[in-house]
């Protein structure tokens, strides 16, 4: 056509159409058919050019712009949409992929014809380019009826993908239509597919077999993103199958026996897999979390109960208890490390349950009391070897972390270290020195320096030991003795007995050790502590003689029927200066206990002021040497005293060193710091917080606002 003529409208229409016929031919293969030539389609864009470049009436730039969205909507209405009606299930998707490749080439061809009109008219107008309406015809005639043939058959991949592709393209550069005609009603019916099968499973399946299904159905669900869909929706696919999967059913899985049985039965793979399908999900830890502290609860109050309901016969096993309770730490530790990943969630849910039951008394015993008497146990006759020593202490350090009062155990410790020390010849220095740097690397060498104390006056009595058998070697007497000098501010408070009447051999050594000490130093005063002191003496009975081991106050009685036969119980108080509750343990043992060295009348298994005692001549043992022990003395309240004063004064310096820093403060804040300070080492009571603060104010370290009363001000 020439351009200096005009072209009009039904005219230039039906030339554009035996193009639109040439290109459709050659789409559908039709091999009579051959390609454009350069000449045929300039002459095309020209037509298309010169039509939209008339003057008017004659420019039909808004007609053509209508006839392009009737070519393509013909096309796809005529040529595209019958094809793949005519097909079904896969046979439907391959031919819709041929279709679809042969749409974009039309669509191609189609708009470089129309290359002018885009330029001049659509631009200037800011209508939808060529290619978007091109894309939605292809969408609303096409796309639409693909839905009703999309549901049961099974697809190939690659033509799937193939599929998918035309719904991204669709969007004209956007995600839309994707998401609107295709992941949605994806989402929709996975979530609905997997709601079915979560009700399903639940009630069938074991909890172990639900996860495995659950884990085999997320990934599947990744390989089919994988494979044909586009990568936005793995995340929006995984949300749904862990929605209905696991979140909506996390309760019943959890808190029924399922997570109990695995724990009990040590099932490590479905708890491991249990922990990688709730830990990608926001919070899907929590309830996990939540009831591994639980179980873990109630297995150790389970043992508490046991321990306690022994009690109530009579014993308490504590250092049973204490190893059961190491044992389970032991177990769940395992989990926490090799199922749980050493999440932080799990460490806190162990260490919560542990704190609960861990900080129940047993018997009237405190398990900081326990924990010290496991330890004194396990130094003095465990047979355990080194390694498996190691390891104990190890676990004890570990459990204390749990224990509120530490320096409850700390001050237990303390005194049953005192004993192995002074009475148990086979302590092992290695071990306690052990004991301490563990004890001290976790909780400052405040806590251990008094313990520390003590092993150095161990090492140094052994030297004071050797100076004092050298300075009494050759002379008259023939003394054997050995002392232990202690330094009160390291071991527990001894009642010393500077009043008691020794015999004349126990005075000889006294005298001469204060004699050699006194040649070494005159800057420091011994006090002697002689209930802690033990002696060897010879016991000449009618059988055989006999080689007793007696602790001092026992040694003493003793002696004192050496001239005599008998003795009133006034008389022994009287000769002896010793304290009736001393005698009274130490005349039990003698006469009432296994060996019966003296007799007593009346006989019974009490001690009174009115009885008579007699040396029995005629005891025997099958042993030549055995060890008398004492009554054992319920120290408990004295060790629970002296860590409560500790206590008031740790609180009154730590009130001190908040208001010297802060000067002014509330009340209520001052007593919340004080707790969180103080809380390493034990659990203050806030009213004994509030009384060491009215302590602090009469003593006029602290004084109230006048304004305010809730308000204290440090006074400088």
């Not at 290109?23 to 020209?46: A, D, N």
């Not at 006839?67 to 096309?75: F, L």
């Not at 043992?589 to 006989?603: R, W």
Request: charged share 30%; glycine share 4%; net charge neutral.
């Amino acid at each position: 056509m020439c351009s200096d003529t005009i072209i009009e409208y039904e005219q230039g229409c039906r030339f554009l159409e035996t193009g639109v016929s040439k290109l459709t031919r050659i789409l559908e293969e039709e091999t009579s058919e051959k390609p454009f030539t350069r000449e045929q389609y300039l002459e095309y864009y020209t037509t298309i050019y010169n039509m939209c470049i008339q003057e008017n009436p004659h420019n039909y730039s808004q007609r053509l712009y209508h006839k392009y969205h009737d070519i393509v909507e013909h096309y796809a209405n005529e040529t595209v949409l019958p094809c793949i009606q005519q097909k079904d299930a896969v046979y439907l998707l391959r031919e819709l992929s041929r279709k679809w490749d042969h749409y974009k080439v039309f669509v191609k061809w189609l708009s470089h014809f129309f290359t002018y009109l885009e330029r001049s008219f659509i631009s200037y107008r800011n209508y939808p380019s060529l290619l978007e309406v091109a894309m939605k015809s292809f969408r609303d005639l096409v796309y639409l009826e693909i839905n009703k043939e999309r549901e049961g058959g099974e697809i190939e991949r690659e033509l799937l993908k193939n599929i998918v592709d035309i719904f991204v393209q669709s969007g004209m550069g956007t995600m839309e239509m994707y998401e609107k005609d295709f992941e949605m009603f994806l989402l929709e019916d996975t979530a609905s597919y997997y709601s079915r099968k979560a009700s399903s499973w639940i009630q069938e399946d074991s909890c172990p077999e639900y996860m495995i299904k659950s884990e085999e159905s997320l990934k599947k669900e990744k390989e089919r993103v994988t494979h044909y869909l586009h990568s936005t929706t793995e995340p929006k696919l995984v949300e749904i199958v862990q929605e209905k999967l696991l979140v909506s059913v996390a309760k019943q899985l959890l808190e029924k026996e399922h997570l109990c049985a695995l724990l009990r039965d040590d099932k490590m793979d479905d708890l491991s897999r249990m922990y990688r399908l709730f830990n990608p999900i926001p919070n899907g830890l929590e309830l996990v979390a939540k009831a591994f502290r639980l179980h873990v609860t109630s297995e150790g109050n389970a043992l508490i109960k046991q321990a306690q309901d022994s009690a109530t016969t009579g014993s308490v096993e504590g250092q049973v208890l204490v190893g059961k309770i190491i044992d389970l730490h032991d177990k769940y530790m395992v989990y926490v490390t090799d199922c749980f990943k050493n999440h932080t969630l799990f460490h806190k849910a162990l260490k919560e349950a542990f704190e609960i039951f861990c900080n129940k008394k047993v018997g009237g015993s405190s398990s900081a009391e326990l924990l010290a008497t496991f330890c004194d146990n396990l130094f003095k006759k465990s047979g355990k070897s080194d390694e498996a020593i190691e390891a104990e202490i190890d676990n004890v350090v570990k459990l204390l972390d749990y224990i509120s009062d530490k320096d409850l155990f700390a001050e237990f410790y303390r005194k049953k270290l005192a004993r192995r020390l002074l009475f148990d010849r086979k302590v092992n220095d290695e071990h306690e020195r052990s004991m301490l740097t563990k004890l001290k690397g976790q909780h400052g060498g405040q806590f251990t320096s008094k313990m520390e104390g003590m092993l150095t006056d161990m090492a140094l009595a052994k030297e004071n030991q050797k100076g004092f058998e050298g300075y009494v070697n050759g002379k008259p007497g023939g003394i054997d003795l050995a002392v232990t000098i202690l330094n009160t501010g390291f071991w527990p408070s001894y009642k010393t007995s500077t009043d008691l009447n020794l015999p004349r051999e126990m005075v000889e050594c006294v005298d001469a050790f204060n004699s050699y000490y006194g040649s070494k130093t005159t800057k420091r005063k011994l006090s002697w502590t002689y209930s802690l002191g033990t002696c060897h003496v010879i016991g000449r009975f009618d059988h055989k003689p006999i080689e007793l081991v007696l602790f001092t106050y026992q040694a003493v009685v003793l002696c004192l029927f050496n001239n005599t036969e008998r003795l009133t119980y006034q008389e022994i108080i009287e000769q002896l200066n010793l304290s009736h509750e001393d005698l009274v343990r130490v005349l039990h043992s003698l006469s009432c206990s296994k060996y019966k060295i003296l007799n007593k009348e009346p006989a019974s298994k009490s001690i009174s002021t009115t009885d008579v005692f007699e040396l029995n001549t005629m005891f025997t043992d099958k042993m030549r040497r055995i060890k008398v022990p004492l009554p054992p003395v319920d120290d408990r309240k004295k060790v629970v005293e002296d860590v409560d004063k500790d206590r008031s004064y740790a609180i009154d310096a730590c009130i001190v060193r908040i208001m010297k820093s802060r000067k002014v403060l509330l009340h209520q804040q001052l007593v919340s710091e004080c707790v969180e300070q103080l809380r390493r080492m034990f659990k203050p009571d806030v009213k004994m917080i509030k009384k060491r603060i009215e302590e602090l104010i009469s003593r006029e370290y602290l004084e109230r606002d006048t304004k305010n009363p809730n308000t204290f001000k440090y006074v400088a």
